[in-house]
């Protein structure tokens, strides 16, 4: 055994140099549309840590694609994509006077993604927009963002199904 190599048997090590880690090759080395999470814009950095680093990369790729939306928007989006479902993102209802998050046809479901900071409690212009969708045959569920991170998959089965969320 040379210096400076580490050689193993089962776990134990057997050099008394320290392991060195390897600096990330640049990004120019590994190819359009790589990166690290040093990479990411702030938001979603910060947001990693609560969503993983995975989901932060698929909502990154959405943004480069030019689809634009709040971190939990896009999480929605992701997962509405990734399952197949027949939907529209952003869509302006005049009749409601509202831009709805979400319009998830085959199910005529009005889902409107409420983040816990914009939409604390329900007020009368969210009351009068729930009315409205609810009058134009849209039946109206809104997702809470403490439960879109802890437990996305069951909001949106839930949600698909035409049964509330809840806080």
Sequence with gaps: MGLGRISKI??????DEPRRRRAPAPVEA???GSFTDETLPDDLRKASRLIGSGKARRIWRLRQKGIDGSILEMMVYDWLERNKIDYEFQVWLPDAHTRLDFLIHPRAIALRIQGEYWHRPEDQNDRAVRY???LMGFKVIDAFENQIYTNLDMVMRRALAGMEVGR
């Design 132 to 134: 409205a969708l609810t």
């Design 30 to 32: 590994r190819g359009a």
């Design 10 to 15: 089962g776990k134990i090590r057997l050099s």
